[in-house]
């Protein structure tokens, strides 16, 4: 799919010399994006890294810590924007530390040229990262500040902030269907009152906190439920249909 949206927007880019696109406003948007063919817009790896090199229009980076998926090497090539490529320009500092969604090289960079570069730098085991959303987030002082799950910026530690993109990529793993009306969710100072009304009983109720654990689980067949002594929080609730999972995100106490 990636390789198909770059062919489409290919000869727009090489005509106008600019990116024409759009994205999820917030770094969970994108881990989780609300779009009928998500996967342009998933990141492969979500990595702390501390830019190490210029190149031309990309840096090598040091990865300090992966939150989500894999890289290939300890230090990677991140490509960024040539001045015609929607993706961002990488221009931070050497030594800095920051936070990147990164997606493997499309290698549209080697295509839709700029002449201030040589031709065909990327190669397929390099990165880049996109400008279809938000895909980098600053860090300092241990704290990730940026639009993480809200459209404004926020500050967390980096241990909140791994678990709030753990419920990000969470939801996005387990896919709604269509019957996801059927599930009536609703909070309040009991806890989280449940009822199934779909045509066929689910099998399981599981309640996943901010760190992606299970801290709720139980066999269920639909009938009204309250998950009590809940602590405020995040949560997402997932209910196995037996042909399928859907979920659902509540916050408590807040």
């Known amino acids: 799919m990636r390789v198909l949206h770059f062919l489409l927007m290919a000869g727009a880019f090489n005509a106008a010399s600019a990116c024409s696109c759009f994205g999820p406003d917030t770094f969970c948007g994108v881990l989780n994006p609300p779009y009928p063919q998500p996967e342009w817009w998933l990141p492969d790896a979500v990595v702390m890294v501390v830019p190490v090199l210029h190149e031309h229009y990309g840096m090598d980076v040091a990865i300090l810590q992966v939150f989500q998926g894999e890289v290939n090497a300890d230090t990677v090539r ?101 019957t996801i009306d059927h599930l009536v969710v609703q909070t309040g100072d009991e806890g989280i009152s449940l009822e199934w009304r779909g045509s066929s009983a689910p099998s399981e109720l599981t309640l996943f906190d901010a760190q992606g654990r299970a801290v709720w689980d139980r066999r269920w067949v639909g009938g009204p439920t309250v998950i009590q002594n809940i602590p405020p929080g995040v949560y997402l609730i997932q209910v196995d249909t037996g042909v399928g999972r859907l979920v659902r995100r509540v916050v408590i106490g807040q």
Request: glycine letters at 12%; hydrophobic letters at 40%.
């Open 78 to 178: 991140v490509w960024g924007d040539n001045g015609a490529l929607c993706r961002l320009y990488t221009g931070w500092a050497i030594g800095d530390t920051i936070i990147l969604g990164l997606q493997q090289c499309d290698l549209a960079g080697n295509s839709i040229l700029n002449p201030e570069y040589p031709p065909d730098l990327e190669s397929p085991e390099d990165y880049m990262v996109s400008v279809c959303g938000v895909y980098m987030l600053d860090y300092a002082g241990g704290m990730v500040y940026g639009r993480i799950d809200t459209p404004l910026e926020q500050a967390m530690t980096v241990e909140a902030f791994a678990g709030t993109i753990g419920l990000c990529a969470l939801a996005n793993a387990l896919p709604e269907e269509p």
